[in-house]
């Protein structure tokens, strides 16, 4: 190649590659804004999930669909748990999935790029009907916990869209398989998203001790000498 040469080269990968990144971005906005709504997925999805999920109402003793929700996802047991309630009574215990797909290590989420799935407690910030992952839900990390503590260390970036979705592949989010996610979907849907909580823990603390977490936790940080006890009280709470 001639020295003359080289230079047209250069331009035409430069230009190639701002035409694959725009298709990809008007794909993603396609995506995001597509014709399908949280409706017409309740249409679609709602009467197989019910026929899925009342005998598991039915067992605990809980009105379906439920006035509350509580999902709990465990990193360590990869698996992620229902609970719900009626307007009146407790919490049950409905049913529990296996977790596909979860990247990164125990211990919490510290940075964008980190692979890290957030340890918190968190709420569901968003139902999206028109996910790349089949159906998904927004949780709302960072919260006022994890944003508190950054500010204290001079982290930014803290990054974001984690996501409760389907498929089986995942980078920082749960991935839960298609079918999961329509129950979990539909399952917000009726109850309404703001009556949805998540709790994730690096393992369940109902059945292990504090920390030392086991040996693939990554370090961590000191504020998780408050976090963990936080969550092993809410998981506390639950029972099976």
């Not at 804004?33 to 809980?62: C, Y």
């Not at 940080?221 to 029972?239: I, N, S, V």
Request: proline share 9%; charged share 20%; net charge positive.
């Amino acid at each position: 190649m001639s020295k003359l040469q080289r230079p047209l080269v250069l331009l035409a990968i430069v230009a190639l590659s701002g035409f694959i990144i725009a298709k990809c971005q008007a794909f993603l906005r396609a995506r995001a804004g597509g014709p399908e709504t949280i409706s017409s997925r309740l249409k679609e999805f709602g009467a197989v999930v019910e026929k899925r999920l009342q005998p598991d109402f039915r067992r605990a003793g809980v009105p379906y669909p439920p006035a509350r929700v509580v999902l709990v996802g465990l990193k360590e047991e990869r698996r992620l748990e229902v609970y719900a309630a009626g307007s009146k009574g407790p919490l049950r215990f409905i049913r529990a999935y296996p977790i596909l797909c979860a990247s990164g290590n125990l211990g919490p989420k510290l940075r964008e790029g980190d692979f890290q799935v957030p340890e918190g407690l968190y709420g569901i910030e968003y139902l999206n009907p028109n996910s790349s992952y089949h159906l998904s839900m927004k949780l709302d990390y960072p919260n006022a916990f994890d944003r508190k503590h950054a500010a204290q260390e001079g982290r930014t970036k803290l990054g974001g869209d984690i996501m409760i979705h389907g498929n089986a592949a995942s980078i920082g989010c749960l991935a839960m398989g298609d079918p999961a996610s329509e129950d979990l979907f539909v399952l917000a849907a009726l109850t309404g998203s703001k009556n949805v909580s998540v709790i994730l823990s690096p393992v369940d603390f109902r059945v292990h001790e504090m920390p030392p977490l086991p040996p693939k936790a990554t370090p961590l940080p000191a504020w998780t000498q408050h976090l963990y006890p936080q969550l092993r009280a809410a998981l506390q709470t639950l029972g099976r």
